[in-house]
C-alpha cells in the first residue's frame, strides 16, 4: 500500500513538471511581438515628425550656412535612427523564418488537410511577418527621404559658396567724388604732419639727428668690419678647398645667413 501511494506521487510529480505539450509551444511562437512592433511604430512616427521640421526649417533658412549645417548633423542622427529601428527586428524575423521552414508549406489540393493549430500558426507568423515588414518598409522609405534632405542641403551649400564667390559689389560709392576728397584731405593732413616733423627736427634738434647717425654709421662700420676678422671662416667659405665636405657647405650657408641677420 505505501509503495502504490509512493509511486502515485511520483507520477503525478513528473506530469506536473512535464514540458509544456506541443499546442502549447505552437501558441507561444505564433503570438506577435505587439509591444516591439508598436514601439518602432511611435519611434518612426516621432521621427517622420522631426523630419517634417526639418524640412520646413531649411526652406526658412536656406540663406543660412550654419542653420543648415546643424539641420544635416541632425537629420544624420535621424537617418541612423531609423535604421536602427528596422535593425530591431532581425532577430524576430529570423525565429519566424525558422519557425516556418519547420511547419513546411501548405497542403496542396486533394491531400489531407493538418491539424487546425499548425494551420493557425502558420497563419499566425505569415501575418506577423508582413507587419513587421510593413514597418520596416516605413523605415527605409524614411531613410531614404532623409538622405534627400541631405543631398539638398550640400546642393544648397554649394550654390550659397559659388553665389559669395560671384557676388556684385556696388562701386559707385568706392569710387564717388566725396571719396577722393576725403583721401586727398587725409593725404594733405598726413604730409603737414610729417613737414611739420622734419621742420621741427631740423631746426632744434639738427645736431643731435646728425651726432645719432655717425654713430650708427661708426657702430655698423665696426660690427661690419669686426665681424668679418672675427667670424669670417665661419661664414665664408674656404678657396683653397676644392671638395669641402657637406656639412661645412651646410655650416657656412647656415652662419651666413644668421650672422648678417642678427647685425
Same mark, same amino acid.
Given at each position: 500500500?505505501?509503495f502504490?501511494l509512493?509511486?502515485?506521487i511520483?507520477?503525478? #510529480?513528473?506530469v506536473?513538471?512535464?514540458?509544456?505539450?506541443?499546442?502549447?509551444?505552437?501558441?507561444?511562437?505564433g503570438?506577435?511581438p505587439?509591444?516591439?512592433?508598436?514601439?518602432?511604430?511611435?519611434?518612426?512616427?516621432?521621427?517622420?515628425t522631426?523630419?517634417?521640421?526639418f524640412?520646413?526649417?531649411?526652406?526658412?533658412?536656406?540663406?543660412?550656412d550654419?542653420?543648415?549645417?546643424d539641420?544635416r548633423?541632425?537629420?544624420?542622427?535621424?537617418?541612423?535612427?531609423?535604421?536602427?529601428?528596422?535593425?530591431?527586428f532581425?532577430?524576430?524575423l529570423?525565429?519566424?523564418?525558422?519557425?516556418?521552414?519547420?511547419?513546411g508549406?501548405?497542403?496542396?489540393?486533394?491531400? !489531407?488537410?493538418?491539424?487546425?493549430?499548425?494551420?493557425?500558426?502558420?497563419?499566425?507568423l505569415?501575418?506577423?511577418?508582413a507587419?513587421?515588414?510593413s514597418?520596416?518598409a516605413?523605415a527605409?522609405?524614411?531613410s531614404?527621404r532623409?538622405?534627400?534632405?541631405?543631398?539638398?542641403i550640400?546642393?544648397?551649400r554649394?550654390?550659397?559658396f559659388?553665389?559669395?564667390l #560671384?557676388k556684385r559689389y556696388?562701386?559707385?560709392?568706392?569710387l564717388s567724388p566725396?571719396?577722393?576728397?576725403?583721401?586727398r584731405?587725409?593725404?594733405?593732413?598726413?604730409?603737414?604732419?610729417?613737414?611739420?616733423?622734419?621742420?621741427?627736427?631740423?631746426?632744434?634738434?639738427?645736431?643731435?639727428?646728425?651726432?645719432?647717425?655717425?654713430?650708427a654709421?661708426?657702430?655698423?662700420?665696426?660690427?661690419?668690419?669686426?665681424?668679418?676678422?672675427?667670424?669670417?671662416?665661419?661664414?665664408?667659405?674656404?678657396?683653397?678647398?676644392e671638395?669641402p665636405?657637406?656639412?661645412?657647405?651646410?655650416?657656412?650657408?647656415?652662419?651666413? #645667413?644668421?650672422? !648678417?641677420s642678427?647685425?
Amino acid at each position: 500500500m505505501l509503495f502504490r501511494l509512493l509511486r502515485l506521487i511520483l507520477i503525478l #510529480t513528473l506530469v506536473v513538471s512535464a514540458p509544456p505539450s506541443f499546442d502549447a509551444v505552437a501558441q507561444g511562437l505564433g503570438q506577435a511581438p505587439a509591444g516591439l512592433v508598436a514601439d518602432q511604430q511611435k519611434i518612426l512616427q516621432s521621427l517622420t515628425t522631426k523630419t517634417d521640421n526639418f524640412e520646413k526649417q531649411i526652406q526658412q533658412d536656406a540663406e543660412d550656412d550654419g542653420s543648415l549645417v546643424d539641420i544635416r548633423l541632425q537629420l544624420e542622427e535621424l537617418s541612423h535612427q531609423s535604421l536602427n529601428s528596422a535593425l530591431a527586428f532581425r532577430t524576430r524575423l529570423g525565429e519566424i523564418n525558422s519557425r516556418l521552414e519547420q511547419l513546411g508549406a501548405a497542403p496542396a489540393a486533394g491531400q !489531407p488537410p493538418e491539424p487546425d493549430i499548425v494551420s493557425g500558426e502558420r497563419q499566425a507568423l505569415v501575418s506577423e511577418k508582413a507587419e513587421i515588414n510593413s514597418v520596416i518598409a516605413v523605415a527605409q522609405t524614411l531613410s531614404i527621404r532623409i538622405s534627400g534632405l541631405i543631398d539638398k542641403i550640400g546642393n544648397m551649400r554649394s550654390e550659397l559658396f559659388r553665389n559669395l564667390l #560671384t557676388k556684385r559689389y556696388v562701386l559707385s560709392d568706392a569710387l564717388s567724388p566725396q571719396v577722393f576728397s576725403d583721401a586727398r584731405d587725409e593725404f594733405g593732413n598726413f604730409y603737414k604732419a610729417v613737414s611739420s616733423w622734419l621742420s621741427f627736427a631740423f631746426k632744434f634738434k639738427f645736431q643731435a639727428i646728425l651726432a645719432a647717425t655717425f654713430v650708427a654709421l661708426g657702430l655698423a662700420l665696426v660690427l661690419l668690419v669686426g665681424g668679418r676678422r672675427l667670424f669670417g671662416r665661419v661664414f665664408e667659405a674656404d678657396p683653397t678647398n676644392e671638395d669641402p665636405s657637406y656639412l661645412s657647405r651646410l655650416s657656412v650657408a647656415f652662419w651666413s #645667413t644668421l650672422l !648678417p641677420s642678427l647685425a
